[in-house]
């Protein structure tokens, strides 16, 4: 049974990302580049929602095609993270929009950090938000209205930072 529609709540927003709560999913959209302090406000709003939760905690977060590759210290402090954060997710998935060399370069980054700890960090690269919804949306809760409102949130999150 779905119970009443919940809108992703804002933790941080800027002109190059932002960060919400959509019930136990941790939500990202970056349309610029992702800084080190990017970074640590999304493992500390990580930390606090797996804290909090009483179920499975999942990440979807989306790379629009305006997005550069991260520096090497935001691809070490998103290692940490991966390493330290999300193991303790029940899946993690990344839509690198896109296509070609953008998706390439998405699926280095994240296989580099999979690579650190091997078997242990659920995370999934993908093409599209549809794709990136479907690997999320069987650990969502049972009242959260599944796939269709994930989509509607992620929808409203990036309508509201294109009004920026």
């Known amino acids: 049974m779905q119970g009443p529609r919940m809108g992703a709540r804002i933790v941080a927003q800027d002109g190059d990302y932002v960060l919400s709560v959509w019930h136990e999913t941790v939500l990202t959209v970056f349309r610029g580049a992702c800084s080190l302090q990017h970074a640590l406000i999304i493992s500390k709003t990580c930390k606090a929602v797996l804290a909090e939760s009483r179920g499975d905690v999942t990440y979807l977060g989306v790379i629009e095609r305006s997005s550069p ?5 935001v ?7 991966s390493r330290d954060v999300v193991t303790k997710m029940r899946v993690a998935a990344i839509v690198a929009e896109g296509g070609g060399f953008k998706n390439a ?19 999934k690269i993908t093409s599209t938000v549809e794709e990136g919804v479907a690997l999320v949306a069987p650990f969502l809760p049972s009242n959260a209205g599944g796939a269709a409102e994930l989509s509607l949130a ?11």
Do not use: M, Y
Not at 69 to 73: C, F, G, H, L, R
Not at 75 to 81: D, G, I, N, S
């Open 69 to 73: 590759a991260p520096t090497e210290t």
């Open 75 to 81: 691809r070490r402090e998103l290692a940490t993270w």
């Open 105 to 123: 370069l998405v699926r280095g980054v994240g296989v580099a950090l999979t690579v650190l700890v091997p078997h242990q960090v659920p995370f």
């Open 154 to 164: 992620i929808a409203e999150i990036r309508a509201r930072t294109a009004k920026r």
